[in-house]
């Protein structure tokens, strides 16, 4: 169930996190994945373990805030590679800020990598997909896109822009055997929540009903779901897997 023998995979953000666990579960199940991020060192390592657990990665330099380069990076694969049936547009960044503080640059920074940068990845990459009459668009967005966060105006609004942008594909490319659909992740357990002093990540874990912060591994066994053949008549959906944080 939900093996991906014979597709090929790009996973933004890859080099750590979030990213890099939904680039090892594909790879695991059979798929062959582009790990694409800004670090090369992090990426090669990661490729090399993916490699030496049976897997098949290949490392691609790309920084998703330089949305006019995306096309010449993605033209770059080597043929092989360059096929991609299934994106997993996981990259962002945060630039937190009241609203009354927050810079202009601040604001442009974050939607220029976390939306017009995923915009500009998965135009390139559907017009692949339209051709063979199969893929899998994948966005990982945040349950902040759809409550909201105090400090985070820029990344709630991006994070709500890429569940708009997500619908709006699902509607035109269903038709030709592409799905579109998001994971809204909420607290995940990450090397900043766990420098957390304990008496902050209990008072978060009381706005959580499950009472605990997810794992990256749970947000990639989500992704797998929707990159699988299993999942082929979900689209234009929001997968929420935050504990019960946003019900």
Not at 109 to 129: H, I, P, Q, Y
Not at 175 to 201: D, K, Q, Y
């Amino acid at each position: 169930m939900f093996r991906l023998d014979g597709r090929t995979a790009l996973v933004t953000g890859a080099s750590q996190g979030i990213g890099e666990a939904i680039a090892r579960r594909l790879a695991a199940q059979g798929a062959r994945v582009v790990v694409a991020a800004r670090n090369e060192e992090k990426l090669s390592a990661l490729a090399a373990e993916i490699a030496a657990a049976g897997g098949a990665a290949h490392p691609l330099r790309l920084d998703l805030a330089r949305a006019g380069e995306i096309g010449e990076r993605l033209k770059s694969l080597p043929a092989e590679w360059a096929e991609i049936e299934i994106l997993v547009n996981n990259a962002g960044i945060t630039a937190d800020n009241l609203l009354a503080r927050m810079s202009l640059d601040q604001w442009q920074s974050v939607l220029d990598t976390n939306l017009t940068g995923t915009f500009a990845v998965t135009k390139e990459l559907v017009r692949g997909m339209i051709r063979k009459r199969w893929g899998r668009v994948i966005t990982i967005s945040s349950v902040v896109g759809l409550m909201g966060n105090a400090g985070q105006a820029n990344y709630a609004a991006a994070k709500a822009g890429l569940i708009g942008f997500t619908k709006s594909v699902a509607r035109e490319l269903a038709s030709r055997n592409i799905t579109a659909n998001v994971v809204a992740p909420g607290f995940v357990e990450t090397a900043m929540t766990a420098a957390l002093p304990e008496a902050t990540r209990q008072k978060m874990f009381a706005d959580i009903p499950a009472g605990r912060f997810g794992g990256a591994e749970e947000i990639a066994a989500a992704a797998l779901y929707l990159a699988s053949e299993e999942a082929g008549y979900v689209t234009g959906q929001v997968l929420n897997v935050s504990g019960g944080l946003y019900i």
